[in-house]
């Protein structure tokens, strides 16, 4: 009897050291995005890879799976920011060297955002107010 109970408290641990996720959720919209209707979005390609983990525990990329996400992304961004009346363009892939280092000057951008998430830097607390700066605009 023993070993039975021990052996399904191993294999729920074993069962339960198998999920990987992150999950974020804001905490706070610091952006009134209804007091500014004139502004459009651009909505770039998001930065996302889904994979499958496999029973060995190595996780495998999976294209379909993201593709598809990255088109429910962009089309729950649209949808969300079409219900406050602000438009959304999707922006074309870069092939401009001065827009690939904008693409990568966002990038830097929202590490430092999620960097901050996770460890604030004080004189920032919890104030989401980062840009790209004025040359971004264009």
Same mark, same amino acid.
Request: aromatic fraction near 2%; glycine fraction near 8%; charge should be negative.
């Given at each position: 009897?023993?070993?039975?109970?021990?052996?399904?408290?191993?294999?729920?641990?074993?069962?339960?050291?198998?999920?990987?996720?992150?999950?974020?959720?804001? #905490? !706070? =919209?610091?952006?009134? @995005? +209804? &007091?500014?209707?004139?502004?459009?979005?651009?909505?770039?390609?998001?930065?996302?890879?889904?994979?499958?983990?496999?029973?060995?525990?190595? #996780? !495998? =990329?999976?294209?379909? @799976? +993201? &593709?598809?996400?990255?088109?429910?992304?962009?089309?729950?961004?649209?949808?969300?920011?079409?219900?406050?009346?602000?438009?959304?363009?999707?922006?074309?892939?870069?092939?401009?060297?001065?827009?690939?280092?904008?693409?990568?000057?966002?990038?830097?951008?929202?590490?430092?955002?999620?960097?901050?998430?996770?460890?604030?830097?004080?004189?920032?607390?919890?104030?989401?107010?980062?840009?790209?700066?004025?040359?971004?605009?264009?």
């Amino acid at each position: 009897m023993i070993k039975n109970v021990l052996g399904v408290v191993a294999l729920c641990a074993l069962l339960g050291a198998c999920t990987v996720t992150s999950h974020q959720v804001a #905490t !706070e =919209a610091p952006i009134n @995005w +209804t &007091a500014e209707r004139s502004k459009r979005v651009v909505v770039m390609d998001p930065d996302v890879e889904l994979s499958e983990l496999t029973a060995g525990g190595v #996780t !495998e =990329a999976r294209a379909d @799976w +993201t &593709a598809a996400a990255r088109g429910f992304i962009k089309a729950d961004i649209a949808g969300t920011l079409a219900k406050k009346t602000i438009d959304t363009v999707v922006a074309d892939p870069p092939t401009d060297p001065h827009e690939v280092q904008l693409v990568k000057l966002h990038s830097a951008v929202g590490n430092a955002i999620l960097i901050n998430s996770i460890v604030p830097l004080p004189t920032k607390g919890k104030n989401l107010d980062w840009t790209l700066g004025p040359g971004v605009s264009v």
